[in-house]
């Protein structure tokens, strides 16, 4: 017998929140489908919306960091990557000021998130060159 599921939860592609179903067959995502009666989407979504579910299983879906060596982006573990990624940045703030550096969040991230980044910018890097991708 199939097992079919219907989970309720929220888009990820942008900060408007819409309401989807995440639909699984056999705990194999396979859809979505809009929230009727939600506060927000009320049955309607967008065409990202539509397709919130098509990212998980992509096999183009970067699973690890990559890290470009001898002119070749090559597979990393999180702790070399973000080993080099602290280095470049006391490197380039040590060199050039913390307002050398800038960051750039996104509306894909949750509040807490986009407030973590803000912090760091602010009280690690020393800069206030934090922006959003909402603001495009
Ligand atoms: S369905 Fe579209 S408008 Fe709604 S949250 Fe997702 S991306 Fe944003």
Known sequence: MIEYKNVLTTCPYCGSGCAIHLQTLDGALVGVLPA???VISDGSLCIKGW??????NHPDR?????IRKNGKLVEAEWDEALTLVAEKFGQIKAESGPDSIGFFSSAKCTNEENYILQKFARAVIGT???DHCARL
Not at 51 to 56: D, L
Not at 62 to 66: A, F, Q, S, V
């Open 36 to 38: 009727k009666g939600h």
């Open 51 to 56: 397709n919130a579910h098509a990212f998980v």
């Open 62 to 66: 970067l699973k690890k960091p990559l």
């Open 128 to 130: 206030n060159n934090i």
